[in-house]
């Protein structure tokens, strides 16, 4: 296991969302610190699109949706939004034996060109800056 990964952050930067490209340790207090809590992890392409040599999962607050967080990430098929994350996330490849592993160019150039677009979510009268994963 590594002790230090390439990854994507996906974070808040005043009302924007943004995605930006961090080393961290590879050790559970970092992603709990970061993400506010305990964490989930999810697949970074829900719809399969990715076909790389190695699953890239999006790590998540576990228990978002019952914090106040404000959302960060949308799901979208065509114009409907059908689901979000809240809250930092912090995308990851995982290696052959299930760890988190750096992400290389290739990898992080496919995330961004699956969450490139941007959008709006109203949550409490808030309009929420999001970036948009249109799968």
Same mark, same amino acid.
């Given at each position: 296991m590594e002790n230090h990964i390439k990854v994507l952050k996906v974070e808040k930067n005043g009302i924007r969302t943004i995605i930006k490209e961090d080393i961290i340790k590879n050790e559970l207090e970092t992603f709990n610190d970061y993400l506010q809590g305990y964490i989930a992890v999810i697949s970074a392409f829900p719809d399969g699109s990715y076909k790389g040599n190695?699953?890239? +999962?999006?790590?998540?607050?576990d228990e978002g949706n019952y914090k106040p967080l404000a959302p960060s990430i949308g799901y979208a098929r065509g114009q409907e939004l059908v689901d979000y994350?809240?809250?930092?996330?912090i995308f990851v490849?995982? !290696? !052959?034996?299930? !760890?988190?592993? +750096?992400l290389t160019e290739e990898e992080m150039m496919a995330v961004r060109q699956k969450y490139r677009h941007h959008g709006t979510l109203q949550m409490d009268e808030v309009a929420h800056h999001i970036i948009v994963y249109n799968g």
């Open positions: 190695r699953p890239i +999962s999006l790590v998540i607050n994350v809240v809250g930092n996330a490849a995982v !290696d !052959d034996k299930g !760890d988190f592993a +750096s």
